[in-house]
């Protein structure tokens, strides 16, 4: 993904400030709340059966703060988002059997976190810089479906 | 697709908070809009960018007076918005992807001026009712 080194700043400086286990964790609730279809991976994590379940659910966050960990990786690595995620493109493609489309709509949500986090910095610059990252991410875990 | 009553009660309320800064929740939407997807910006070709302020601000708020409208009609968004969903189909002809993409922007601007109220309930309610918004502006697109 190509950012300028003014968007790579926006995105380190933000990042910085990211509580990963917290924001991963609201993340993966909200996508479980905002869009319940992506619910179907999740059949072992037990009560999801209202928003305050989903958000409260230990096994949401523990999992969301995992996911947020890898998307932290890859920040450090944005010049090789391929190789960064190739392994866990194929995992979930070939084990989890994750439609790719899922990946775009935890960016867009992540993108929502990280707006109700950090407010009016969280700028339009700063929301361009990061949609990039998670297209970037989305895409390289993509990369190895077949 | 139809909101549950919980939905509607949810948008209501946010809704009262956020008519009172509309003018600025819209203008914000619009310049997130066009700044994280320019493309966006070959709908607005006549906006000059000396100006873009001012001009983001009223395009802002005529958006916005549209999703109010629907708000305060949610039982029949179809009948509130008819006149604006003929003008998309017959004259403005947007790709529909870009209503996703404004919507997007729209809660993007929702959870940074309301974080609290912006619950993941909130959220959802939020996301469904735009995206009803953006159904009845298409219908009638062919």
């Given at each position: 993904v190509h950012l300028t080194a003014e968007e790579k700043a926006l995105v380190t400086g933000l990042w910085g400030k990211v509580k990963v286990e917290e924001f991963g964790g609201e993340a993966l609730g909200r996508l479980l709340v905002v869009y319940p279809w992506t619910q179907r991976f999740f059949d072992s994590f037990g009560d999801l059966s209202s928003?305050?379940?989903?958000?409260?659910?230990?096994?949401?966050?523990?999992?969301?703060?995992?996911?947020?960990?890898?998307?932290?990786?890859?920040?450090?690595?944005?010049?090789?988002?391929?190789?960064?995620?190739?392994?866990?493109?194929?995992?979930?493609?070939?084990k989890l059997h994750v439609d790719p489309e899922n990946f775009r709509l935890l960016g867009n949500v992540l993108v929502c976190v990280l707006a109700r986090h950090f407010g009016k910095d969280f700028t339009p610059a700063a929301q361009a810089a990061f949609q990039k990252v998670v297209a970037g991410v989305a895409n390289a875990l993509a990369a190895k479906y077949h | 697709m139809s909101l549950t009553t919980n939905e509607r009660t949810i948008i209501l309320a946010?809704?009262?908070?956020?008519?009172?800064?509309?003018?600025?929740?819209?203008?914000?939407?619009?310049d997130r809009l066009l700044t994280v997807f320019p493309q966006a910006k070959t709908y607005f070709p006549h906006f000059d960018m000396n100006s873009r302020s001012a001009q983001l601000r009223a395009h802002g708020a005529k958006v916005m007076s549209a999703i109010g409208d629907a708000a305060k009609n949610i039982d029949n968004v179809?009948?509130?918005?008819?006149?604006?969903?003929?003008?998309?189909?017959?004259?403005?002809?947007?790709?529909?992807?870009?209503?996703?993409?404004?919507?997007?922007?729209?809660?993007?601007?929702?959870?940074?001026?309301?974080?609290?109220?912006?619950?993941?309930?909130?959220?959802?309610?939020?996301?469904?009712?735009?995206?009803?918004?953006?159904?009845?502006?298409?219908?009638?697109?062919?």
């Open positions: 928003a305050d379940a989903v958000m409260g659910n230990p096994k949401v966050k523990a999992h969301g703060a995992k996911v947020l960990q890898s998307m932290g990786d890859g920040i450090k690595n944005l010049d090789n988002l391929k190789g960064t995620f190739s392994k866990l493109s194929e995992l979930h493609c070939d | 946010m809704w009262d908070k956020i008519a009172t800064e509309s003018e600025e929740i819209g203008r914000e939407t619009l179809s009948g509130a918005l008819a006149r604006l969903s003929e003008m998309h189909a017959y004259i403005l002809r947007v790709d529909p992807v870009n209503f996703k993409l404004l919507s997007h922007c729209l809660l993007v601007t929702l959870a940074t001026h309301f974080p609290a109220d912006f619950t993941a309930e909130a959220h959802e309610a939020w996301d469904k009712f735009m995206s009803l918004v953006s159904s009845v502006l298409t219908e009638k697109y062919r």
